[in-house]
T-cell receptor
Framework: AQRVTQPEKLLSVFKGAPVELKCNYS??????LFWYVQYSRQRLQLLLRHISRESIKGFTADLNKGETSFHLKKPFAQEEDSAMYYC???????????FGQGTTLQVKP | EPEVTQTPSHQVTQMGQEVILRCVPISNHLYFYWYRQILGQKVEFLVS????????KSEIFDDQFSVERPDGSNFTLKIRSTKLEDSAMYFC??????????????FGEGSRLTVL
């Protein structure tokens, strides 16, 4: 079964601290992984996807097939990073996304 | 920047009533989706739509639900005979390409449905 797990409901860090939002997935084939972000009172928007291998707003995520993980990292958190972050998976010959529960990142001044 | 727009932003209805949630996808997009999020739970896929027909649907999307693209701009989700458990935030999304071609999903702000 396809499943995405984000073990932390809330992650609270101070400004300038490193951030790691955890995401683990369950999928037997080769999945496509995404991170979506929802800032306060805004819509869900794509942050990054593993196939792009790019850094967006200082965030990076590496797909680790051995550990079935796609953790989101940023070396120095900023207050404007405070938001809800969703990890999502697309597997196989399908167009649908499977979302994790979401993690609220709170960056304190 | 073009956006997906959804109306209404919030609808309150009585159990058993029919509800239509409306979405205007981004104009050159070809693939349309509905997702929902029950309070405190995950965002769940409901249905995808391409070329005027459903291309994929989840187990949640039973006979109570239907989608339609009645004209060139709107994409609607109809929920017949609403139940309490249909209370959720419903998100419309669109993409220029199907996700099979790594098309990015653009989401609307959501329509909150409250069934009393």
């Amino acid at each position: 079964a396809q499943r995405v797990t984000q073990p932390e409901k809330l992650l609270s860090v101070f400004k300038g601290a490193p951030v790691e939002l955890k995401c683990n997935y369950s999928y037997s084939g080769s999945p496509e992984l995404f991170w979506y972000v929802q800032y306060s009172r805004q819509r869900l928007q794509l942050l990054l996807r593993h196939i792009s291998r790019e850094s967006i707003k200082g965030f990076t995520a590496d797909l680790n097939k051995g550990e079935t993980s796609f953790h989101l990292k940023k070396p120095f958190a900023q207050e404007e990073d405070s938001a809800m972050y969703y990890c999502a998976l697309r597997g196989g010959n399908t167009g649908k996304l499977i979302f994790g529960q979401g993690t609220t990142l709170q960056v304190k001044p | 920047e073009p956006e997906v727009t959804q109306t209404p932003s919030h609808q309150v209805t009585q159990m058993g009533q029919e509800v239509i949630l409306r979405c205007v996808p981004i104009s050159n997009h070809l693939y349309f989706y509905w997702y929902r999020q029950i309070l405190g739970q995950k965002v769940e896929f409901l249905v995808s739509f391409y070329n005027n027909e459903i291309s994929e649907k989840s187990e949640i999307f039973d006979d109570q639900f239907s989608v339609e693209r009645p004209d060139g701009s709107n994409f609607t989700l109809k929920i017949r005979s609403t139940k309490l458990e249909d209370s959720a935030m419903y998100f419309c999304a669109s993409s220029a390409q199907g996700l099979k071609n790594t098309g990015e999903l653009f989401f609307g702000e959501g329509s909150r449905l409250t069934v009393l």
